[in-house]
């Protein structure tokens, strides 16, 4: 069976329009993938500082062998990582902030986009190495963006992140207008979830 990463970031609770897009992928995929779910409102991804940092650059950068405690700076980011590269598929659930990613989401990418790991640098450049890895990303927003509206900042940002660590499918589903009209929202977040039910559709056949 194929396995599904989960990484939320759903502050607004049960109110959630993003959780109700997550909670209805959850509904539709059950029994067909297994499911870790990586909650980071409960459990924070970590933060480089001065002594990780060089830590990582000596290891994949340089290849050199980490003393005990350079070797228990990188444990959280490696356990984060070996996480990420098991999955088949990775599902990101969360609202855009100020146009963007929640900060804590963007922490995220930066702890498990490691050199060695999810990308490496070849003599033709960079070579992403998350090929066979299919994404969804399910998230709200306060406005209604067409496709390409400037303040849509979540698909651009992402398409680069992902894009760069070698995945190919990226699959984005937003349920705008949480600030709108009640009707307007009700459609949107309704199109949204038959979007959710085609995504596990075609990953779950």
């Known amino acids: 069976m194929k396995s599904t990463l989960v990484v ?3 502050p ?3 109110d959630s329009v993003s959780k109700k897009l997550l909670d209805r992928f959850l509904e539709k995929s059950q029994g ?3 499911v870790v779910h990586r909650d980071l409102l409960k459990a924070h ?7 990780s940092l060089a830590a990582y650059r000596a290891r994949n950068y340089g290849g050199q062998k980490l003393s005990e405690p350079q070797a228990k700076a990188l444990q959280p980011f490696d356990a984060l990582i070996k996480e990420i590269k098991a999955a088949d598929h990775v599902v990101f659930a969360f609202p855009m902030h100020n146009f963007s990613l929640p ?5 995220y990418i930066d702890a498990v986009f490691f050199h060695g790991e999810l990308f490496q640098y070849t003599a033709t450049g960079p070579q992403g190495l998350l090929n066979k890895t299919k994404t969804a990303i ?3 927003s306060g406005g209604a963006y067409e496709p390409g509206n400037p303040y849509n900042v979540v698909p651009p ?3 680069i992140d992902l894009g760069f660590v070698g995945v190919a499918e990226k699959r984005y589903i937003n349920a705008g207008g949480t600030l709108g009209a009640p009707e307007v929202m009700k459609k949107n977040l309704e199109t949204a979830q038959n979007d959710v039910d085609k995504l596990v559709a075609d990953w779950f056949a």
């Open 8 to 10: 939320s970031y759903l």
């Open 12 to 14: 607004s609770g049960a």
């Open 32 to 34: 067909k993938t297994t």
């Open 45 to 51: 991804p970590p933060v480089f500082d001065e002594f």
């Open 103 to 107: 900060g804590v989401v963007k922490t």
């Open 138 to 140: 399910l998230y709200a």
């Open 157 to 159: 940002v992402l398409d």
